[in-house]
């Protein structure tokens, strides 16, 4: 039965009983292959069935022949429409009666004439019950319900479908096995090195062939790219080659693995190169890269260009990673490709925006027009807005903007100079000796441009668009010593004084230059004074002329010579005026016109002399240099006296003779014995007469060489020879002996 024809509702199935007029030869063998006989299910049409069929009044229009006998025909197609008040089809059988209906076989066989496939409704069968004294044929065993029809075609779909399956595993397995045969002993297929496809070769090929295509990229230039900066490097330059067994054992071996060998026919699987490298070498390589990689990041700000304000776009920066830059060299250098190298990025903190926003509200307006402060008697000073960058810069100000600075100074330095003519400089008071005794010059108060207090508008002013014009605000300022505080400094009486002389002229030069220098200089009470500090350089520049020197332990000569004599004179007048030694050196030899032990020399740049001012009064220096002598004299008020003890001369050493080439550097002497000298010096108060203190200094001379100046060519002595039999060994001298330095000894 075919789905169309099955229940629909609850009743049973209604059967046909064939037309009794129908002969069983009317259904040929041969047609059943091409036609199929009517089902026993299938039954006559009812009478309002619609028929295509011509009716059994009518004759046919055509014969069917012997081969060709018709077959009954029914119209199926309202079986399932019949209505409940026509006859059934199938009457309920009586009591002890089985359901089934036996239909009988129709015997093959031709049907002769025509066969009519409907009839009308008069000759419309009624299908009956059989007799009840018909005798029932044996009844066969029951056999399990027939699976439904449909599933029949999807049991045999399913063996189909493993058979195939089956199949195609057997075909896979004898390719398995053809290619794990063939590919043994080989690299797995897929694979590449450095971009070159070595997968199926032998591990010789595969070696071979590596390097004759990757092993050349070792000694080309390599490009490497670190942020926004290209440049080059040589691979093998930086240490690295290539490790050729240990890049083939990446390779592994032949997968077993089925899925994996069937993915490799489509699929690569890169190994990359195993590299050898020298840490040392790639590490220089690396940074050597920095000079051209790393920038510093530059933060937008606003600049002047004359009068006109231009701005600076901010720009990161970049240092290039060096760690990471060697793994991204030794991981694929060998591809022979651009490398990637990782870089820091420097960040800015000022935003397009910001420097925007300094342009427009800052800078341009401060470059509008120029910057004037007026003074007195119709005095003006200006900043021209050609200069305006001397004044205004900007810095960022934490939040992506620019905060501008100004720079006070410089804008002084230009102004102040023009409104000087309209102020009272401050003079400190003097202390005169023009009347032979000190006086006081009365100090002179200043009345100056107050420039920290005009310029605070300086940020308003500049802001405007109009004139940037602001009043000069003048100040009183006081002397550094003002009248009353030189009064009260005490300079009135001498304190201490020496007097030194037999100096040559070009000596006497400079003496008196250096003399000059210090003459009216005041040492306030706990003041250092520093011969050096107070005249600064001693050079041609500031007058002063050659002369002798004393150069390591000989007679020399030099730029500012002679100036040894003022540091001795100012030594002995600081000595008796109960100054406190600071520092002073001693010549290395004795000179005969200072006083043993009690002397002192100087040298720009290298010894000093200084002393401290430790009374209660201030003290003025008088200098006075004459034709062939000099005299300094300590102005104060007298609180101490002072005594000088000059001991005996001890441990006498006779010179050494020194022969040295003619010229103007070759000064002759007959020499002088050395000794040891030593010097006391007691303080008492002046008031009271009572010791305060006693100190005694030891120095010790060195004999002073006997220099013979011979010409060139001139036979020569030993350059060095004894003058007289070397005195006995001197036994070891007093601790607080004084070292002589002997380079550049004094001037």
Known sequence: MNDEDGDKGSTAPERSTPDPDATPDSVEP????????????????????????????????????????????????????????????????????????????IPPGPVPG???????????PTVVAPPAALPVPPQPEPQPAEEPAEKAPARASWVKVAAITGG???????????????????VPRGVTVAGVDVGGSTREEAEATLQAQVGPRVGQPLTVQAGDVSTELVPSAAGLGVDWEATLDRAHSQPLNPFTRVASFFTADEIGVVSTRDETALASAVDGLRSETDRASREGTVVFEGATPVPVDPSTGQNLNGEGAEAALIEKWAFGRTVDLPVDVVPVTVTQEGVQRALDDVAVPAASADLVVTGRDGKVATVPRQQIGAVVGFEPDGSGGLKPTYNFEAATGILAPQLVSTEIVPKDAKITLDGGSPAVVPAVVGDLVQW???????????????????????????PALTTEAAQALGVKEVVGEFTTGGFSAASGTNIRLAASEINGALIKPGDTFSLNGYTGPRGTAQGYVESGIINNGRPDTAVGGGVSQVATTLYNAAYFAGMEDVAHTE??????????????????GAIDLQFR?????????????GASDLTIRFWGTKSVDVESITGNRTKPTQPDTVTLPAGDHCIASSGAPGFTASDTRVISDHATGQEISRDTRTVRYDPVPIVKCEEPGAPKPDERTPAASPAPSAPAENPSTTPKPKPNEGE
Not at 114 to 124: G, V
Not at 587 to 604: C, K, L, Q
């Open 30 to 105: 041969e047609n059943a292959a091409t036609e199929p006989a009517p089902e026993a299910d299938e039954v006559t049409p009812p009478d309002d069935a619609p028929t295509s069929q011509p009716s059994a009044d009518e004759a046919p229009t055509t014969q069917p022949s012997a081969d060709e006998a018709p077959t009954t025909q029914l119209d199926l197609g309202d079986l399932g429409e019949r209505s409940e008040e026509q006859a059934p089809l199938w009457v309920e059988p009586p009591a002890n009666e089985d359901v089934t209906q036996v239909i009988p076989a």
């Open 114 to 124: 025509p066969t009519q496939a409907y009839t009308t409704p008069a000759e419309d």
């Open 452 to 478: 920290p207090k005009t310029l605070e508008t300086m940020p308003e002013v500049l802001r405007g668009n109009g004139s940037h014009t602001t009043p000069a605000v003048y100040g009183p300022v006081p």
């Open 587 to 604: 010549h290395s030899y004795y000179i005969s016109r200072y006083p043993e032990a009690r002397e002192a020399t100087v040298f720009e």
């Open 168 to 186: 195609v595993i057997a075909v896979i397995g004898v390719a398995y096995a053809a290619d794990l045969a063939v590919s043994s002993g080989k």
């Open 613 to 625: 001012n430790t009374g209660k009064t201030g003290v003025m220096i008088q200098a006075i240099g």
